[in-house]
């Protein structure tokens, strides 16, 4: 055990944060800046300044995400992809995701990503019902949505959409419609979320006046419930609580995340684990910048982890996958049982028919357990 205890997985996986966005959604509450276009020229310096320090790593998987990194018009698209590249390796077969909004999808963007290596994307389609996605505060349309889909699935192929489900007067059919639509486009993979209601946001406040109501509980189960079983007659696969894949498409680099491998991160909010360290950027943009151009650390926080903490994210995160974690495996790459220190509380899951044992060392959610992952994760966590 003492052995491992100073030894990381090296990372192999990178986040980029890119905050912008045309308009703050009401429910979100990522790092993100809105209608500040004037910050773009000095993101670029810092981000490309904060990745200089990296060394041009060699990485299976790169993500950028936001925000929305398809805000950018075309030259500075042009310029940030061609630094990123510069930035890092990405390994032969490696996977490039860009998230992207429906409403920036031109033929220019999507063919500029494909000859820059960008070789998947996940949109952010959310819904294709007009009353949902103005209750959500999006900018497109169904047929925006779909057309961006399409064009993206001819150009570059391996294409994600996110969906929210349980949004304010949402009913079970007109999920069911949602999901149709989607099943029907040239997709990959799905992720899908039940719309949750973040302390700082707008729609927090709206519910608080009463101004807005989620759909009961039992509503939500039905929806995730059906949700499986629509998503699995269409060859989707169920990989992790909110993801579905087809055939050999599951996102790679969240796996990185889910598996407990390291990975870097840089730009405003993002987090990373590198060498044993947790470290999060200062979430506000011009407070990332600042640090930034005056020489100072953009990390505000910092949390060295322990082997035990290891092992116990690992098994939280590794339980949310729907195949399950080789309880074996967690020991001989942690140098930690999680068997034996976590015996009370597999112990209790087991018995509530929440986990169960499909053969000796491992233990997955069970059909039910499903529904209870974040009550099964946090008793890992101890
Ligand atoms: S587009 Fe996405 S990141 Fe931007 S404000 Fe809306 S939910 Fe947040």
Redesign the pocket.
């Given at each position: 055990m003492d052995s491992l205890v100073d030894v990381w997985p090296t990372p192999r996986a990178a986040y980029l944060h890119v905050p912008f966005?045309?308009?703050?959604?009401g429910?979100?509450n990522?790092s993100?800046v809105?209608d500040r276009d004037d910050l773009i020229e000095r993101y670029l310096k810092a981000i490309d300044k904060e990745l200089r320090i990296l060394g041009r790593p060699v990485v299976d998987t790169l993500f950028v995400g936001?925000?929305?990194p398809t805000h950018f018009d075309i030259k500075t698209l042009d310029r940030f992809l061609g630094m990123v590249g510069q930035r890092f390796q990405l390994a032969d077969a490696g996977e490039w995701t860009m998230e992207a909004?429906p409403e920036d999808i031109t033929s220019e963007k999507i063919t500029l990503l494909a000859e820059y290596g960008v070789n998947r994307i996940s949109l952010?389609v959310q819904s294709f019902n007009p009353n949902k996605l103005a209750l959500l505060?999006?900018g497109h349309s169904a047929q925006v949505a779909t057309a961006a889909v399409e064009l993206a699935a001819e150009v570059i192929g391996n294409v994600s959409i996110d969906l929210i489900f349980a949004a304010p007067g949402e009913t079970l059919a007109d999920w069911l419609t949602d999901l149709e639509l989607a099943i029907q486009l040239p997709l990959q993979h799905l992720s899908t979320y039940a719309l949750t209601f973040e302390k700082g946001t707008r729609f927090w406040s709206r519910r608080e006046r009463g101004d807005l109501q989620s759909p009961t509980e039992s509503c939500e189960v039905d929806m995730y419930q059906r949700t499986r079983q629509v998503l699995a007659e269409s060859l989707f696969k169920h990989y992790e609580i909110s993801s579905f894949a087809k055939s050999d498409a599951r996102c790679r680099h969240n796996l990185a995340y889910w598996q407990g491998c390291g990975w870097y991160a840089a730009g405003p909010g993002a987090a990373r684990f590198v060498e044993g360290k947790r470290e999060v950027n200062h979430r506000s943009t011009t407070t990332y910048l600042r640090r930034m151009e005056s020489g100072q650390c953009p990390t505000a926080e910092t949390e060295k982890i322990t082997r035990e903490q290891y092992a116990r994210e690992r098994a939280a995160f590794g339980v949310r996958m729907i195949d399950g974690i080789d309880l074996d495996v967690l020991t001989s790459e942690t140098g930690i049982s999680i068997a034996e220190i976590c015996s009370d509380s597999i112990g209790l899951s087991i018995s509530e028919g929440l986990v169960e044992v499909p053969s000796p060392h491992w233990i997955k959610l069970s059909e039910r357990g499903i529904l209870f992952a974040d009550t099964v994760a946090s008793r890992l966590l101890g």
């Amino acid at each position: 055990m003492d052995s491992l205890v100073d030894v990381w997985p090296t990372p192999r996986a990178a986040y980029l944060h890119v905050p912008f966005c045309r308009h703050r959604c009401g429910y979100c509450n990522f790092s993100v800046v809105a209608d500040r276009d004037d910050l773009i020229e000095r993101y670029l310096k810092a981000i490309d300044k904060e990745l200089r320090i990296l060394g041009r790593p060699v990485v299976d998987t790169l993500f950028v995400g936001g925000g929305t990194p398809t805000h950018f018009d075309i030259k500075t698209l042009d310029r940030f992809l061609g630094m990123v590249g510069q930035r890092f390796q990405l390994a032969d077969a490696g996977e490039w995701t860009m998230e992207a909004n429906p409403e920036d999808i031109t033929s220019e963007k999507i063919t500029l990503l494909a000859e820059y290596g960008v070789n998947r994307i996940s949109l952010g389609v959310q819904s294709f019902n007009p009353n949902k996605l103005a209750l959500l505060e999006r900018g497109h349309s169904a047929q925006v949505a779909t057309a961006a889909v399409e064009l993206a699935a001819e150009v570059i192929g391996n294409v994600s959409i996110d969906l929210i489900f349980a949004a304010p007067g949402e009913t079970l059919a007109d999920w069911l419609t949602d999901l149709e639509l989607a099943i029907q486009l040239p997709l990959q993979h799905l992720s899908t979320y039940a719309l949750t209601f973040e302390k700082g946001t707008r729609f927090w406040s709206r519910r608080e006046r009463g101004d807005l109501q989620s759909p009961t509980e039992s509503c939500e189960v039905d929806m995730y419930q059906r949700t499986r079983q629509v998503l699995a007659e269409s060859l989707f696969k169920h990989y992790e609580i909110s993801s579905f894949a087809k055939s050999d498409a599951r996102c790679r680099h969240n796996l990185a995340y889910w598996q407990g491998c390291g990975w870097y991160a840089a730009g405003p909010g993002a987090a990373r684990f590198v060498e044993g360290k947790r470290e999060v950027n200062h979430r506000s943009t011009t407070t990332y910048l600042r640090r930034m151009e005056s020489g100072q650390c953009p990390t505000a926080e910092t949390e060295k982890i322990t082997r035990e903490q290891y092992a116990r994210e690992r098994a939280a995160f590794g339980v949310r996958m729907i195949d399950g974690i080789d309880l074996d495996v967690l020991t001989s790459e942690t140098g930690i049982s999680i068997a034996e220190i976590c015996s009370d509380s597999i112990g209790l899951s087991i018995s509530e028919g929440l986990v169960e044992v499909p053969s000796p060392h491992w233990i997955k959610l069970s059909e039910r357990g499903i529904l209870f992952a974040d009550t099964v994760a946090s008793r890992l966590l101890g």
